[in-house]
Structures are given as structure tokens and as C-alpha cells.
């Protein structure tokens, strides 16, 4: 076990012109579980991939604690991994895939049969160890798959690509929580990749989010939740995700087309702002409550528990997440509120202030 | 629906029951058949009647005949079947060919794996070194047998001059009936190893990377490698090469009859040879078509044995 310490690492397909993961520095701590969230193409792969030795960057240095693994091989690197497929020795039985990483390894047989057993116990897969396991259905195959990477107890990490995807959604969430026991357990560090935000936030310690090749926001899944530090992540995070409304900063004053939302206390510089609120956040408030945002009610999505209320403020959608039954008519002109401390600034995408209470205007 | 069907003048389903046919119509017209298509399919079956159906029966009925000419001939039923399974030459020559064929096998087998494993997987080398593997298959029989002939040669060839006057080991594939098998058998083996080697990796090209990264993090050996991951996933191509190989090298003809003629002696007189030589040489049609018929059944026998082990023990 150590920490995995990535410096000025990046890497390109192309010689440089383009990045698949831009350089960066990055610490994985040692046993706890991350999530590597990011929509398709963004480059967690390849990050994962540097990780455990199958790509050598193009740039920058792997560290496992203190030594440098830059340019050792994946055999030596002491990683798992559980690719997005199964991937199986397909003539051997269950119990030999299972045995196969610790056999390389030559770990003593009286060792590997207690390892493979516990392994097996955990995934369930007690009942099929003698058999081939190219005979049982793909989920079963990427259990199996996943029992390999967790066979061995010395590694560094153990690095799951996606590995549910195949899996019928209803084992999904068994196999999820047994992952989160077997952490519990062993104290393996995890690093789990997905583009499912609620497989990412159900399942990690800290979230890091990766878009077009860099690290955006890492955090716990609610800091990444109630705070986004990137407007990216407001969007991907969440559902539906953050809402995102142009605004003009004035003074200190916060401006919605004519209507003023809250002031400003970062110091920020007058200017056109995008204020950020998730749907779960805003209220519709009576008419004339101030400070308020004229919008018209569009339609509603009524999910069963709740209600999704579509709005328009000026010609931006607004959706405020409601509760079940709410009396909202389409066409009815609504004022909508944002509470002041769960209301950001993004400026180029990025966070750049929070909202503030008008002072003495209203409530808060 | 009626009309469509008199004027194409086919066999309509649904004008058997007019009462259903104004209902059924859209169903009718899926089972409407029309039997001039037997046409179509006429050209082929005279082709292949006149090419293998009516000469396979002529063999068959030769078989049981002894023909003193095309007038005088008795029916002598399955005697030329005991006569030829009973006769030593072609007891000896079976042998010999199945010797031949197990040796071709164990040899270009591995040997071709081997030549796929080590073969480029991808750069610029990739079609240096498919168009140099594929070469030996683009040459014809009896023109490998002519290279070989004069390649072999202890006098003048390249290979048997070496052998005779580098290595120093008499090698005279003419006189010595051990060399003549050699060199048929190397002959062999340059000859068709490519077919092999290209089947071969043809089917490792087909392993997804992550097969190998895989290994790769289970810190599999490069041996572990290829024997866990390379090579089950190789049983496909090589069901096929096995049969390709065998068939083939079990009913080699022309190539040693082009370097040794048979011999020296009987040395490499193959099944092919011999039955060349009874039914060509001596004309003996009707121990020649029975003759014909065993060997057939030997090489259907031997490829549904092969193909059976082959494709069961990968269940």
C-alpha cells in the first residue's frame, strides 16, 4: 500500500498537439476509495492506464511513495486491474482464473487456495469455482474478473475501469456495496472509473472529477454536490444538473436582466457573471416577493416523488425541483428565488464568488 | 392476387381456398411460390453432375468390375477392394503417407505458431513480413518441386551443396532413401509452414488488447501469455489449419513426384503416387477406382476424427 503520486504527469496520442490527459500533479491517498468521474472520452482511462504501467506518459513522473515507477513495467508494479469487459482465462476454471495473478506470483499454494476462497466467499462465486469460466453469463465472468483484481493482498491499488457495466443493474448495487466492504476490509486503495455520477457518489470517499483531460473539483460527494468549484461539475453532478442563468454584477449588486437576485462579497470586479443554483434549491415564490426573478412556467415533469418545474427566465431555462403535486400551471408567470448560500458565481466556468443577501431587502 | 399469380404462372397458395383469399391475402403472397426457380438452379446441378457426380459413379461402378476393354467387362463385386486392402505396396505406401502427414503436422504446426508469435503486430513491418511469409504460397506445385529438385542437388543446388560441403554430411537425396524423405519433408514444411503462420496470426491479430494487459497485471510470464491467452484463443484457426495440412500432405502428389519420382526405390512413393502409377501407368482401372474409393474414405475418416477431437476438447 502507498500513495500514488502522479508530477506533471500528461499524456498525448499525437505528439503533443493534443492531450488526452492535460499535465498534471495529483495525489492519490493511500486506502481510501476514489471515484474517477467523467463523461466518455475525457481521459480516465488513460489516466488509469498510466496509473498501472500499460502507458508510459508523455510527460511528467509516477511515484509510489517514494520510489519512482515512471518507467517500470505493469509486472512490476504490484496493480490490479478490472477492465470495463470481462476478461477471462477463458479454458480455466473459475478457481484458476482466480489463482492465476497469485500463481505468477508464486505465492505459496496453501495461501493462494485461502486467498481464492475468501475472494470467492465474498463474490459469491462458491458455486461455480470448478467451473470454465467461459461457460457462465457475462456478468458472472466480470465478477470473476473483479475477483482477480482483489485476489492479491500486496498491492499498491486496485483499479476498477468501469467494471459494472456489463453486470444486470440489480446485482449493480450488491456488487457495489460488497466493493465498499471489501475496502472496509483490506484497505486497498480503490480507484473506481465511471461516468454514472451515482455509482461515483454512492461509492467513493472523494470524487474526482476529470473533464477534457484535467481534474476539475476533487471532494467529498456532497462538498462536490452543495459546492461546485466548476461549472462543469454543476452540470454533471446532480439531476437534473445545476442551473445556469446569465448575470450581470453591478457594484455589488447581482443582477438578473432588471431584477436584482443578492450582492456580492468576493470583490469582483463588475462584469457579466453566470450564477449557478441547483433545481433543488430554487423557490417559487409567491408573486412580488423580493428579491425575486419574473419566470414563466413552460411545463412539469411529474417523477412520483417530486416535480420537476420547467421555467423560462427571459429566454434561459430555469428547472426547480419541487415536491409531489405541486399546483404549478404552464404559462403562469412565477417569481423565482435563490437562497443566497447555496447560489454561486462562475465566471469562465470556474467558481468565482457566492451569493450574498440583499441587505435589508427582503428575506434572505 | 389470383392474377399475379396465373400470369406469372406459379404455383399460388392462397387461389386454393378463394373463400380466404380477399383476407389472407398479404400472408398468401409471403408463401406464394413460384417453381421456375428450379431453373435457376439447373445450370449448377448439371455442372456438378457432369464434373463430380457422373465421374464418381463411373468410379464406383469401375470398381466392381474388371474391364478387359470398353466392351468386354465382368462383374466381379468387391474384389478389388480385398485385392488392394491385401496388397503390401499400398499397405507400405499407407504407412509411408500417414507417416509423412503426422510429421508434416507436428512440424508445421508449431513451427507456424511460432512464425505468427514473432511476426510484427503493428508499424511498418506488419506487410514486410506478411508478403515474405506468403511468398512460398504463391509458387506453383510442380515449380516448388522443380526449385527443390536443383536446390537439393549435391553438385549444383545451393542447400545440398552446403549440407555435402560445409556441414560435411554426405546428403545425395537420389541414391540415400532417408535424404529423399528429408528433403520431400523440408520441401513441405517451406512450402506450406506460410499457411499455417498466416492462419495463425490472423487469429492472434483477433485478441483485444486488454487480453494482454490483462496478463500483463496478473503478472503472467510471456510463456504464461501465450499459453493461457494466445493460444485458446488460436483452437479455431488451427482446427482448420490441422485439416487444411493433413488433407493436403496426406494426398501430396506432385512436389515429390517432380524431386524423386517415388524413390529412390519406394522411399517416397506415396498413396498418390502409387495410385498414379496403377491407374495412368498400368491401367488397371478397376483396382484403381477401388483403389480411389478407400482413399477418399481414409481422408473422410481421419477429418472427422480430427475435427471432432479438436473442436470437444475445447468445451
Known sequence: MADIRLEGVGHSYDGGRTWAVKPMTWTWRSARAYALLGPSGCGKTTLLNIISGLITPTEGRVFFDDRDVTGVPTRGRDIAQVFQFPVLYEEMSVYDNLAFPLRNRKVPKQEVDRRVRQVSRLLGLDQVLGRRSRRLDAGRQQIVSLGRGLVRSQVAAVLLDEPLTVVDPALKWTLRSKLKEIHRETGHTLIYVTHDQTEALTFADEVVVLNEGAIVQAGEPSELFLSPAHEFVGHFIGSPGMNMLPAEVVGHVVRVGAAEVGTTKDDLPPGPVRIGVRPEFVRIAPAGTSPGVPARVTGIDRMGAYDLVHTLVGEHPVIAKTEAGSPYRPDAAEYLHFPAERTFLFRDQVRCGSLAPLDGRGPA | ?315
Not at chain 2, 391475402?25 to 438452379?41: E, F, G, I, S, T
Not at chain 2, 522443380?146 to 541414391?175: E, H, K, P, S
Not at chain 2, 499459453?227 to 488451427?238: A, D, F, S, T
Open chain 2, 1 to 315: 392476387m389470383t392474377v399475379a399469380g396465373s400470369q406469372v404462372g406459379g404455383e399460388v397458395v392462397a387461389a386454393q381456398e378463394p373463400p380466404q383469399a380477399e383476407e389472407e391475402a398479404p400472408r398468401a403472397a409471403l408463401k406464394r411460390k413460384d417453381n421456375r426457380a428450379w431453373w435457376l438452379v439447373l445450370p449448377v446441378v448439371v455442372s456438378v453432375a457432369f464434373t463430380a457426380v457422373i465421374p464418381l459413379m463411373t468410379v464406383v461402378n469401375f470398381s466392381v468390375q474388371d474391364v478387359f476393354s470398353p466392351v468386354d467387362r465382368v462383374f466381379v463385386g468387391l474384389e478389388w477392394f480385398r485385392t488392394i486392402s491385401r496388397d503390401p505396396e499400398v499397405r507400405a505406401a499407407l504407412v509411408r503417407t500417414l507417416l509423412f502427414s503426422l510429421q508434416v503436422l507436428l512440424l508445421e504446426i508449431p513451427l507456424g505458431v511460432a512464425l505468427a508469435v514473432v511476426m510484427p503486430r503493428r508499424g511498418v513491418w506488419v506487410s514486410v513480413a506478411l508478403v515474405l511469409v506468403a511468398l512460398p504460397l504463391l509458387i506453383p506445385w510442380n515449380v516448388v518441386g522443380t526449385i527443390w529438385q536443383i536446390f537439393a542437388r549435391g553438385d549444383i543446388g545451393l542447400g545440398g551443396w552446403t549440407v555435402n560441403n560445409v556441414l560435411g554430411i554426405n546428403f545425395n537425396y537420389t541414391l540415400d532413401s532417408t535424404d529423399a524423405w528429408i528433403t520431400v519433408l523440408v520441401m513441405d514444411v517451406w512450402h506450406w509452414t506460410p499457411l499455417v503462420a498466416l492462419l495463425a496470426y490472423a487469429g492472434l491479430r483477433s485478441i483485444p488488447e486488454p487480453y494482454f494487459q490483462a496478463a500483463q497485471i496478473d503478472g503472467a510470464s510471456a510463456w504464461a501469455t501465450f499459453r493461457h491467452i494466445q493460444l485458446p484463443r488460436l483452437r479455431g484457426v488451427l482446427t482448420i489449419a490441422v485439416l487444411l495440412r493433413f488433407m493436403d500432405s496426406f494426398m501430396i502428389y506432385t512436389e515429390p513426384f517432380v524431386v524423386t519420382g517415388g524413390g529412390p526405390g519406394n522411399a517416397t512413393s506415396f498413396l498418390s503416387i502409387l495410385l498414379s502409377k496403377i491407374a495412368v501407368g498400368q491401367f488397371d482401372v478397376g483396382p484403381a477406382a477401388a483403389f480411389s474409393l478407400l482413399y477418399f474414405l481414409i481422408v473422410q475418416v481421419f477429418c472427422y476424427v480430427f475435427f471432432t477431437v479438436l473442436t470437444r476438447s475445447g468445451r
